[in-house]
């Protein structure tokens, strides 16, 4: 009995000596610049300076009545939306045309997956040089068509450009959604596409009564992974247009670094990204429970 | 099979002790400072391969005098070097020279005492008096000196292809009537007339800036931005921005120029093949265009200065700009700042003077004597200058700055009205000045 607990305590022992390294580093890195960020929403600071002015609670009132940070929340609301739905139904495809190929099609997932090698700054820049109007790929592709009509000034136009880096946030991160749901389908047993086949079952019943429904969990995490990247969403954006033009694209994090680190209003960015964070996570566990419910 | 397995495992925790060994071995700058014990950090942001191999002689010019030195040069993106800088600088790990426009950014560093104060080492032996006297407005603060003029005078200029010009039979235009009439020629011809690349906000601003310059005089700009009874809304400024809308109208400038980026050249690919025929930037497009295109330098590239606009209060030969376009200034962090201002001479003597004029600059230096008759002649522009007015967004506070080019990236995107834009940008200085 006492050799039990002796060695209970050293197993746990054991367990914490081997978390330590973890925890240490997320304490350091993750949790301390977490509650730094919360104090320094407090203040006036130009991130240089040695003095910070105290706030208190102001920098928050200022949020709250910013109508560019609503306005940049709500962009990043619409870009779940868009997201979700133009990724999910893609990847889904994909992934079950793919698993239909079998190993011939192997050299497609490497190949399909390539977007998602690429530095985002890498894919800003390019598609800067695609979107071109002028000198562009897709303003060549449109002309070569005869579909010059369609020409948009696809990154300088206030109500077109959101729907252009959106498209190309797609394209960034379908391959990703398109390996997990493929992981996914390769877990289905093969013994119900063959019981299927036998009951005489057609490819699309297969699709629908069989694969879609057993890919629902796999659904729903994309789904919360989806929504958490969207909201934090930040680089190719940057790249890509600024948050520009007039704040057409403007997301909560491009509005956070352009305030702290721009307009060295680094209290007000720290603000910016504690509500961040607080929206996120909030975000987070909701979708969190709201799917658990439904699995239960 | 097994085998393979523990050949995997094996290696790995050979890479594993490697990395180990490696993250806790004395970093790389003490395994290269063979050379000298000493060492000054350098960061700037001239990119191109020319103008980085150019630095890097004056720096070992330096160093072959002071054997005991090393220096890190680290050359940095523009963009990318604002961000980089203030990180570092707010967290004590500061170059110990770094590059600078002056103005209100630069300000802030010195306010916070990052910065060190060169006065006095300006002073010895009268070094400052090599130097034009309007280079010194944009990095004099509280009296004294904190940076040293080194890179070329940067003003806003109209850039035009002379082969179009000739084309199309049109003369340089010294008023804005005239300007306009070449603006509505060149359109009629299928060219787009003005080139730009306004992702970036600033090469937009250009336009809102000379505009405001010639119709209000300087004088206009700097009350509004002091607050000595000016304002962002007076009528100049409205005026400017029905102006730049008349222009966006009228289709002077490219399609989908808000989306453009000027640093990756989209502007300038526009000019080079013809398709657009003027762009307004600043004169460091020589150095550029004569790197990228040299043919397109030597036969099509000309400029003039910004057209005077009839009833406007702005003196004809004034620009917007600086005398000159690049500071380097030593941080107060920095354990020797004599040998670091020492090092920066080395970047602006009679040496470097001749290889930067060769690279397509003109330095801040009295005097001066150019072949390149494309020199010589923005030479003699600026020197007739009775006023240069500082780039707003160096002039005003960072804030107030990032402010003012959204709104005007919002007036060429036609989203504003200019009545509105000017209340904005009033409203703004006001809540941030506090009167």
């Known amino acids: 009995m006492q050799r039990d607990k002796a060695s209970k305590l050293m197993q746990n022992l054991g367990i914490l000596l081997f978390l330590a390294p973890a925890l240490i580093l997320i304490g350091v890195y993750i949790i301390w610049p977490i509650i730094m960020s919360f104090d320094l929403s407090m203040y006036e600071w130009d991130g240089v300076s040695p003095r910070k002015l105290y706030l208190g609670f102001k920098n928050w009132i200022d949020l709250i009545h910013d109508s560019i940070f609503w306005h940049a929340f709500g962009n990043n609301i619409k870009f779940i939306f868009l997201s979700i739905i133009i990724e999910m139904p893609i990847a889904i495809l994909i992934a079950v045309m793919l698993d239909r190929g079998g190993k011939k099609f192997d050299a497609f997932k490497s190949l399909f997956y390539l977007p998602m090698l690429m530095s985002s700054v890498a894919i800003g820049v ?127 994090a491009t509005y956070m670094y352009k305030n702290a680190f721009a307009s060295f209003k680094m209290g007000y960015g720290s603000t910016i990204a504690s509500a961040m964070f607080i929206i996120i996570t909030t975000a987070g566990i909701l979708a969190y429970f709201a799917t658990k419910k439904k699995e239960a | 099979m097994k085998r393979l397995g523990r050949i995997v495992a094996l290696v790995t925790l050979v890479v594993f002790m490697l990395s180990l060994v490696l993250v806790f071995s004395p970093s790389e700058k003490a395994f290269s400072s063979a050379g000298g014990t000493k060492k000054i950090v350098f960061w700037h942001i001239t990119t191109d391969a020319v103008g980085k191999q150019m630095i890097q002689n004056q720096v070992n010019r330096f160093l072959k005098a002071h054997p005991d030195f090393k220096v890190e040069v680290v050359p940095l993106q523009n963009d990318s070097f604002k961000t980089k800088l203030k990180i570092a600088m707010g967290s004590n790990q500061a170059p110990d020279v770094f590059v600078t426009w002056g103005g209100g950014p630069f300000f802030e560093y010195v306010r916070a005492g990052k910065v060190k104060d060169i006065t006095a080492y300006m002073n010895e032996k009268n070094y400052k008096s090599r130097f034009v006297d309007a280079a010194f407005g944009p990095i004099t603060y509280n009296n004294k000196i904190w940076a040293v003029p080194v890179e070329g005078a940067g003003v806003a200029l109209v850039w035009y292809n002379k082969e179009i010009f000739k084309k199309y039979n049109l003369k340089v235009p010294t008023t804005y009537d005239e300007f306009l009439n070449i603006v509505k020629v060149l359109k009629s011809k299928g060219i787009t007339p003005i080139t730009l690349a306004n992702k970036t906000k600033w090469p937009g601003c250009f336009w809102y800036w000379n505009l405001v310059n010639k119709l209000g005089g300087a004088s206009a700009f700097e009350k509004a931005a002091e607050r000595t009874g000016g304002s962002f809304a007076d009528e100049p400024f409205v005026k400017a921005g029905q102006m730049l809308q008349d222009l966006v109208k009228m289709g002077a400038f490219p399609k989908g120029f808000n989306g453009l980026d000027w640093d990756t050249g989209q502007s300038r690919m526009l000019l080079y093949s013809g398709k657009a025929a003027m762009e307004l930037m600043g004169t460091w497009q020589i150095p550029i265009v004569k790197a990228e295109k040299k043919e397109f330098y030597e036969k099509n590239l000309d400029f003039f200065p910004f057209p005077s606009i009839k009833g406007g209060k702005g003196d004809p030969t004034s620009l917007v700009g600086m005398a000159s376009s690049n500071y380097y200034a030593v941080t107060t962090t920095c354990k020797y700042p004599k040998e670091a201002f020492n090092m920066i001479q080395y970047l602006i003597d009679d040496q470097a003077v001749k290889e930067r004029i060769n690279y397509g600059q003109i330095p801040p230096v009295k005097g001066l004597k150019f072949t390149d008759p494309m020199l010589q002649k923005v030479y003699d522009v600026i020197s007739k200058a009775k006023s240069i007015q500082l780039w707003w967004d160096q002039y005003l506070p960072p804030q107030l700055a990032e402010t003012h080019k959204d709104i005007v990236q919002s007036l060429f995107g036609l989203t504003i009205t200019p009545k509105a834009a000017a209340e904005k940008m009033e409203k703004a200085a006001k809540e941030y000045f506090k009167k």
């Open chain 1, 126 to 252: 390019l598609f800067k040089y695609i979107y071109d109007p002028s000198f562009g790929l897709l303003a060549g592709i449109l002309n070569f068509l005869h579909l010059d009509f369609l020409n948009q000034d696809w990154l300088g136009d206030p109500n077109v450009a959101f729907y252009s880096v959106v498209a190309v946030i797609c394209w960034q991160y379908i391959p990703f959604y398109m390996i997990f749901f493929i992981a996914a389908i390769s877990n289905i047993p093969h013994e119900l596409y063959e019981a299927a086949r036998i009951d005489g079952a057609t490819q699309g019943q297969y699709f629908w009564k069989i694969e879609l429904p057993l890919l629902a969990p796999s659904i729903k995490t994309a789904c919360i992974l989806s929504l958490i990247g969207s909201l934090k969403y930040f680089d190719l954006i940057y790249v890509m247009t600024e948050g520009g033009p007039s704040n057409a694209t403007e997301l909560m």
